[in-house]
């Protein structure tokens, strides 16, 4: 197993388009950096000017923990195409290249081919949220150095002190990861039923966009999907940021995503067992 995983982690990593991913991200967390810097006060005046006419804030406001507040808002709705970059091509890659016939005439079972391809796509998963975190988190300390984070909400704003933020981050970027693993589940889901990696890599786009949408809409109709749309509870992230951490309504976010990705997973060795593999 241990070498079959090694297999499937050289195919993710031989490939270029794999490390695109990583070039993606560190770019968008550049040109955020480099906006805050040239712009960032300027920024920060404009959305405080209601908060400094009730209250006099004192300190380096613009530090660290508030620009990459501001690059996970922005990056994570975007993380779920590469993720499906890597976990669409899964299976389909395999079909497309003609290499699946001869995988599945190896001693190993079609159900432990499907999780070591899972497994895979997992680790790939969490070391984009890392180095996420090493561009976005500490090269932002590193830029604007540390302080009191302000997180500015619609209704209201709040005020965490410097010690009490680290963990908030650490807890977030594991809420993170494992939204993103639901979406690697269904990427390698849909790539099961192709037989090239465009089609699950789009369809799981969109999917997630279609979901969205749905999870967004201020309409009765949805209501009473809403809380059971995984698309719902990929931003619970944003809870680790209230005072006090609603924890009850994160924990939930996150069983739904980690229920989902239970039955994408399954429903995909399901289907694989008896995919006909010979036409």
């Known amino acids: 197993m241990i070498q079959l995983l090694r297999i499937e982690l050289y195919k993710i990593f031989r490939r270029p388009r ?24 300027s920024f920060l005046g404009f959305v405080m000017s ?6 006099d804030i004192q300190g380096n406001i613009l530090n660290g923990y508030l620009v990459t507040y501001i690059i996970l808002q922005s990056l994570l709705i975007h993380i779920p195409l590469l ?27 079609r159900a432990k081919l499907v999780l070591m391809k ?10 984009l949220i890392i180095w996420l975190a090493v561009v976005g988190l500490f090269g932002s300390l ?3 150095g540390q302080g009191d984070m302000i997180n500015l909400k619609s209704d209201a704003f709040v005020m965490l002190l410097q010690h009490d933020v680290m963990w908030r981050y650490m807890a977030a970027f594991l809420f993170a990861t494992l939204a ?18 465009i089609g699950p890599i789009i369809s799981t786009m969109g999917i997630v966009v279609v979901i ?9 109709l949805f209501d009473k999907i809403k809380p059971y749309l995984f698309t719902t509870h990929m931003i619970g992230w944003k809870g680790f940021f209230d005072d006090p951490v609603p924890y009850r309504a994160i924990g939930f976010s996150a069983l739904v995503m980690f229920l989902y990705t239970v039955v994408f997973l399954l429903a995909t060795i399901f289907y694989f067992n008896k995919k006909d593999i010979k036409s």
Do not use: H, W
Not at 24 to 34: E, H, W
Not at 118 to 127: A, E, H, K
């Open 212 to 220: 969205t949408i749905l999870s967004n809409l201020e309409l009765p």
């Open 18 to 41: 794999t490390y695109i991913s990583f070039g993606i991200i560190t770019a968008i967390v550049f040109v955020i950096q480099l906006a805050m810097l040239s712009d960032g006060k």
């Open 50 to 55: 209601g908060v400094n006419e009730q209250f």
């Open 142 to 144: 590193a830029l604007f």
């Open 180 to 197: 993103m693993t639901t979406i690697a589940s269904l990427a390698l889901l849909l790539s099961a039923f192709a037989d090239n990696s």
């Open 118 to 127: 899972f497994t895979s796509s997992f680790i790939y998963t969490v070391l």
């Open 83 to 109: 993720v499906a970059l890597v976990a669409g091509d899964a299976l389909a890659g395999e079909a497309a290249g003609g290499t699946l016939r001869l995988l599945l005439t190896k001693p190993i079972s």
